[in-house]
């Protein structure tokens, strides 16, 4: 049944990767096969969780042994405007009896434990390697747990060893298609509806759109799954457009959604300007097309243009010390695309992005407006890296947090992007956020002292 | 203490806020403790991500671990190829001299015969021969954090230590447990260096864990104890055995080299380092150097100044079992009341810690716990627990991911022992001192998140359980 579930996403019709290929291509799927000593990154439990975890008032139930929740829980800066119930960690901790024995028992005394003491609107269970191996059915225990226990109990079938982040990701998104999506309908519903997908709230990023939604008169219905609510996305069939944040990952959902309920997606991104105002645009005619009142399309470009104003000023400042500036760009490729734009405003020069995860769209983009001579890799080794860096190709990394130390031992300038900041990039205030990051970091002190050798060498 | 409530029967099912941490993890700590070293995890990628994630926002270091990248397929099948593989490739990327494989719940589960495995590589890869390899089982469903790091140890030990013909005067060898940080071993070697003896520290985090500046990235460790080095413990005078999770390293060292062992289970508190400090004159046959002994009486007038804000202060205190024992029997040196002690797994140590309840447990246990005590005493995991207690939380252990420099902690030795004793009195006397300038509005709100948690709080005793230190 896993099986042709991952067979499934890998064949999704909505992904251009898959589209360009063929037939014989299509059915080997997109995951590369690892090289043992040599990958690096999560699993498919670990995109999973990723991708549901930020539904906020869900309580998340790890089924494994230790590792997979204790090592791993409350690490990422997803945010919540109400409960917190989404960072408590949950895990069935399975012991070498347990493995013994079977886990499922003790699967369900957790459920019930939780449904009693916090009684969330639903309870997610995650799969994980050992218990899938010795053959525990969480698709059952979830069904029987939910029947006794009164409270939709969702089993998300994604253990790690069934492939990559991405993957898991994917079968996440699957997962609130099967069980969650159309279970319930709205106490609200009005044509101004949007469903957001792939967006996670990191560092409350979603709140830097959300005002400006608001003033144009676009509600949010639903995000998956930054700041969600069960309740919210189990209505998410009644929104009247969605809008992919995170194509590469979650745009099953987006097409089935569509497929199902008739609900069209655009692909968009809430990172730089020029981005930001086409979602804020596109959004607002796909809903207007779609029974919104037409008013809504003027009060859209009021808002981008004044914002647009506003930001560009608002970076004036930043073009004069950013001038000269190179940045080396190293996001896994997902936001390459967006980021990039987005510093170019700002007046920095982007020397190289990686591209590991973009698609190839992605990458003719890239070609077509920097030219040939830009460097995109899709594999760039860390000593090459420390190379690039040491030798002062570039001014500053942007980059996730497993490659500061790159940087950092380079002793060169270095800020997060990823997963684990503090700051919210997303949005025109994003925007100013970021360049105003980069700038307090280039311009601090710190490195021409570092660079210093000690004055005995 | 008249009665203390020992391991109470938890019957819950669903582990809430784990403050247990897998035994591979533990394990791959170990091996960054010896040079140029490279962990690789036999199991599926996650499980490497994971750990390789904690010890980064811990450490803040660049932390080497591989994975063999097990599959549906080899999983089921059978890892060798993978593990084959991996080490190969490594081999020829990294070139590191010594790779160090920890087993996980994936290949455990399988059931993979490991020194079958080691056997076969060898056979089948003559060229390799030069490659020095430590194969370790370690379970993510048996034991926890501690298991795995002490299972490494034994390991590294039995792998390499040599008996010799001949000791070599002052050359002694240190088994050094995971709950002392870099800065702890460098302090320990400080001092054991200060009666002239040159210590061999296996595994040793501060030469690798302790903010290094390479000329060359390298994607293995960046520094620690050598294959060689370990090779001569067999030539050393005394192996000085730093916490009951390294018993069986010992043991196994003893057996293998006669070197005679020497037992601390703690480094911390005035005592327990007289012993150590007293021991180390005794091999040496040296005079304890001025400087520890000014450090002594340091420590002294520390108590001195600093017992009254510790005196019957209630406290909970979760830890790795022999970081728990030491920090738990400090306070009470201290005349700290230890309401509670919670592990996160079994183990032997436990029988000697003392404490209202002594407990294997979660962070929720210890949040139930500690409603009405003056301080949690925890890793960073703790924060949500502390918050909904109301109690604020003094920060050890691992993680500790919301702080800089917890890898360079030093709570060890005099002086170790003295920033201890001056960190949690400074908690208490800052509340008392502070209370009325911060707290001059009767209706004061808190909304500091994992500060205070919002708990009222009026005066006397539970001014002490504010926590806003000011600081």
Redesign the interface.
């Known amino acids: 049944m896993l099986a042709d579930k991952i067979q499934e996403v890998f064949n999704e019709p909505g992904c251009g990767v898959n589209q360009a290929k063929t037939t014989k291509e299509r059915k080997k799927g997109c995951s590369k096969p690892l090289k043992p000593g040599a990958a690096a990154g999560g699993c498919a439990y670990d995109g999973a969780m990723i991708a549901l975890q930020p539904i906020a008032d869900v309580a998340h139930l790890v089924h494994g042994p230790i590792a997979c929740l204790g090592n791993s829980w409350d690490n990422r800066g997803t945010r919540s405007s109400g409960s917190q119930l989404y960072r408590t960690g949950f895990t069935t901790d399975l012991s070498e009896l347990d493995i013994v024995h079977g886990g499922e028992k003790k699967l369900y005394k957790a459920i019930k434990e939780i449904v009693q003491q916090h009684n969330p609107p639903a309870v997610f269970v995650y799969q994980t390697c050992v218990p899938a191996m010795i053959g525990d059915d969480i698709e059952a225990v979830c069904k029987y747990a939910a029947k006794k226990l009164g409270v939709p109990v969702i089993p998300v079938n994604a253990p790690g060893f069934v492939g990559s982040k991405n993957l898991g990701n994917k079968l996440a998104g699957e997962t609130l298609l099967d069980h969650v999506i159309g279970t319930r309908e709205p106490e609200v519903s009005t044509p101004n509806d949007v469903c957001i997908i792939g967006e996670y709230n990191l560092a409350g990023e979603l709140w830097l759109a959300k005002p400006l939604m608001d003033e144009i008169g676009i509600r949010i219905q639903s995000c998956i799954s930054g700041d969600g609510r069960y309740n919210e996305i189990a209505a998410a069939h009644r929104a009247r457009v969605t809008m992919v944040v995170c194509s590469q990952a979650l745009i099953n959902v987006g097409r089935k959604m569509e497929e199902r309920w008739g609900i069209p997606y655009f692909e968009g991104s809430f990172y730089g300007v020029t981005d930001m105002s086409d979602t804020l645009r596109t959004m607002a005619t796909m809903l207007v097309q779609r029974g919104a009142d037409p008013a809504m399309l003027n009060r859209a470009e009021a808002v981008i243009a004044r914002e647009e104003a506003a930001v560009s000023k608002r970076l004036e400042r930043y073009k004069p010390r950013f001038t000269g500036k190179r940045v080396l760009l190293f996001t896994g490729g997902v936001k390459s695309w967006s980021m990039v734009t987005a510093l170019e405003e700002a007046g920095l020069t982007i020397v190289g992005s990686s591209t590991k995860k973009s698609t190839k769209e992605d990458k003719e983009k890239l070609k077509k407006r920097k030219g040939e001579e830009f460097h995109m890799w899709d594999d760039l080794k860390p000593k090459e890296m420390y190379r690039m860096l040491r030798d002062s190709e570039a001014d500053i990394m942007l980059s996730g947090g497993r490659s500061q130390f790159i940087s950092l031992k380079a002793k060169v300038p270095w800020l997060d992007v990823n997963q684990e900041r503090h700051h919210a990039y997303a949005g025109y205030d994003g925007i100013v956020n970021l360049c105003e990051e980069i700038d307090k970091t280039l311009s601090n002190p710190i490195w021409r002292q570092v660079r210093l050798p000690a004055p005995w060498e | 203490m008249t009665h203390i409530h020992r391991f109470p029967a938890s019957s ?7 403050l ?3 035994a ?2 533990g394990g791959a700590l170990a091996f960054l403790g010896m040079d140029r070293s490279l962990p ?1 995890f036999h ?5 490497t ?6 010890l ?2 811990h450490f ?3 932390i080497p671990l ?7 397929v080899s ?2 099948l059978g890892g060798y190829e ?2 084959e ?6 081999y020829e ?1 990294n070139k590191p001299s010594l790779i160090g494989v920890c087993t ?3 290949t455990e ?2 059931g993979e015969d490991l020194e079958g495995h080691l056997k076969t590589f060898r056979m089948r890869n003559p060229d390799l021969n030069d490659l020095n390899l430590v194969f370790v089982s370690t ?4 034991g ?1 954090f501690e298991d795995g790091y002490a299972a490494v140890v034994q390991g590294i030990v039995e792998s390499f230590a040599e008996p010799a013909e001949q000791r070599v005067k002052g050359q002694v060898n240190i088994l050094a447990g995971c709950h002392l940080t870099p800065g702890d071993v460098e302090e320990i070697r400080d001092i054991v260096e200060g009666f002239g003896l040159t210590p061999i520290i296996v595994p040793d985090l501060s030469l690798s864990m302790s903010g290094r ?2 000329t ?4 293995t460790s960046l520094g620690g104890t050598t294959v060689d080095q370990v090779r001569s413990m067999g030539a050393s005078e005394v192996t000085l055995v730093l916490g009951e999770q390294m018993r069986r390293a010992a043991a196994a060292l003893e057996l293998k080299t006669d070197v005679p062992s020497l037992f601390f289970d703690r480094l911390t508190g005035l005592e327990a380092s007289d012993r150590f400090v007293k021991a180390l004159a005794e091999i040496s046959g040296r005079p304890v150097p001025a400087r520890l002994r000014r450090q002594r009486e340091s420590l002294v007038d520390g108590m001195l100044d600093g017992h009254f804000f510790l005196t019957r202060k209630k406290m909970v205190v979760a830890l790795e079992p022999d970081h728990l024992f030491t920090v738990t029997s400090y306070l009470q040196d201290l005349g700290v009341d230890v309401v509670a002690a919670v592990a996160p797994q079994q183990a032997a140590v436990l029988e000697k810690v003392k404490a209202g309840t002594v407990m294997v447990g979660d962070h929720s246990d210890v949040e139930a716990m500690a409603k009405g005590c003056d301080l949690i005493v925890s890793n ?2 703790g924060r ?1 627990g502390a918050a909904h207690a109301g109690v604020p939380l003094y920060r050890m252990g691992l993680p500790m ?1 919301d702080r800089l420099g917890s890898g360079l902690v030093v709570t060890v030795g005099y002086r170790g022992s003295r920033d201890l004793l001056f960190a949690l009195a400074n908690i208490f006397l800052a509340a008392e001192t502070d209370h009325d300038s911060h707290h001059g509005n009767q209706s004061h709100e808190h909304g500091h998140d994992g500060c205070c948690g919002g708990s009222g709080h009026g005066g006397g005793r539970e001014g002490g359980s504010c926590g806003c230190t000011g600081a």
């Open positions: 819950k099912a669903a582990s809430t806020n784990p247990k941490m897998s591979p993890l690789l199991g599926s990628q996650g499980c991500a994971f750990g390789m994630v904690l980064v926002r803040r270091e660049a591989q994975t063999t990248a097990m599959n549906q999983t089921i993978n593990l593989e991996a080490l190969k490739t490594i990327r996980t719940g994936v589960t399988k379970p993510d469903f048996n926890g500046q390479p060359e990235f390298t994607a960073s995991h949500m991911f």
